[in-house]
């Protein structure tokens, strides 16, 4: 099974929002309200940002929030700031024979 | 806090194994799944595999089947990852990672298996 479809770049300036999607299909982020995001910085290990489509775990400012329609789920990043700049990814469950499906993953850019 | 500490980085030739261990803290260990991802160098997240450190249940990625295994010993709290017949293109940095609910939480710092004659 492919990757799920992210676009591979984004920017935003200082304050402003950016949204980042995230393309699957029924089979796996249209089928199950279980997708997640992670936030990667160069060289660290991914950091949860949001789970179960929307839910943000304790910690995660809430300038990052997630959404999903049909089969295309989002990440909305409020207020940017330079610390954001990161690599984002997207996982979906995708039933019990794949299981599990990242996003190829985006550079969100702040300028 | 929970913690997820993995071994250290590994050079092997191809054709070799690299087992690569994941030690939890800060939470009751049997409770909760750990996933493999791994990561090739400049590349996104590939799910490998999970396990279930209860029961010992595991599932792999179609890609990996007969290739990788988990194991885990619940007196340490550890799960390990084994590869197989290695191959250049195994080279990455291999995360374990907790799971909440279904997706993975927590993640480990990363091991780095290079593969290299």
């Known amino acids: 099974q492919s990757a799920l479809t992210q676009p591979r770049s984004v920017s935003g300036s200082p304050g402003q929002s950016v949204t980042i999607s995230c393309t699957g299909t029924s089979s796996d982020v249209g089928g199950y309200n279980y997708v997640s995001w992670y936030q990667q910085h160069p060289g660290k290990a991914p950091k949860l940002l949001i789970y179960d489509v929307t839910k943000r775990p304790s910690g995660v400012p809430d300038r990052f929030s997630g959404s999903k329609s049909g089969n295309t789920a989002s990440l909305t990043i409020s207020g940017l700031q330079t610390e954001d700049e990161a690599d984002y990814y997207c996982?979906?469950?995708?039933?019990?024979?794949?299981?599990?499906?990242f996003g190829g993953g985006t550079e969100l850019t702040v300028l | 806090q929970v913690q997820l500490v993995q071994s250290g980085a590994e050079l092997k030739k191809p054709g070799a194994s690299v087992k690569v261990s994941c030690t939890a803290s800060?939470?009751?260990?049997?409770?909760?799944?750990i996933n493999w991802v791994r990561q090739a160098p400049g590349q996104g997240l590939e799910w490998m595999a999970w396990?279930?450190?209860?029961?010992?249940?595991?599932g792999y990625a179609q890609k990996f089947q007969g290739r990788v295994t988990i194991t885990r010993n619940t007196s340490i709290s550890t799960v390990y990852m084994e590869v197989s017949s290695l191959r250049s293109e195994d080279t990455a940095v291999y995360y374990c990672?907790?799971?909440?609910?279904?997706?993975?939480?927590?993640w480990g710092q990363g091991t780095l298996v290079t593969v290299s004659s």
């Open positions: 396990m279930n450190p209860n029961n010992g249940n595991t």
């Open positions: 990672a907790r799971v909440l609910g279904i997706l993975p939480d927590y």
């Open positions: 800060g939470y009751t260990f049997t409770s909760y799944d």
């Open positions: 996982c979906s469950y995708a039933g019990s024979y794949t299981f599990i499906i």
